[in-house]
């Protein structure tokens, strides 16, 4: 069995929590001005911090998420919650992480990303409905 370069791991591991309709959406509209950030984010994050073995996707989910909530980083936060579906975190989940957010990041934070969260699964729910 060959090792995948970190760039490869990071591809596969941003696929399966992004999805691939989202993956190639962001890969055809690279440029050559944001092509060395995109390597950046697919091999540091994807590759090397979300392929870590040493917590589940599902947790890294309810992490990611606190920490875009706390730091308003709003479309962010949208794009992960649909990321929930590839990760098995639960609208459950995501209601325990923002309270952990409300505590040590302010209310305010999760408050507004609540109300994304709420927007963005009940769009989840519309796209299944039809």
């Not at 060959?2 to 399966?16: E, Y």
């Not at 989940?93 to 408050?111: K, T």
Request: glycine share 4%.
């Amino acid at each position: 069995m060959t090792t995948l370069s970190r760039h490869d791991q990071g591809m596969q591991t941003r696929r399966a929590v992004l999805g691939d309709a989202h993956v190639d959406r962001a890969e055809a509209a690279k440029t050559a001005f944001d092509e060395p950030f995109q390597a950046l984010i697919t091999e540091a994050a994807w590759g090397h911090v979300w392929s870590r073995p040493q917590i589940t996707r599902r947790e890294r989910s309810m992490i990611t998420l606190a920490l875009l909530a706390a730091l308003g980083q709003w479309d962010e936060v949208a794009m992960h919650v649909r990321a929930t579906r590839n990760t098995g975190a639960t609208p459950d989940d995501l209601r325990e992480a923002m309270m952990h957010v409300a505590i040590y990041a302010g209310v305010p934070a999760a408050n507004h990303a609540n109300k994304i969260i709420k927007d963005t699964l009940a769009q989840m729910e519309a796209a299944d409905a039809q």
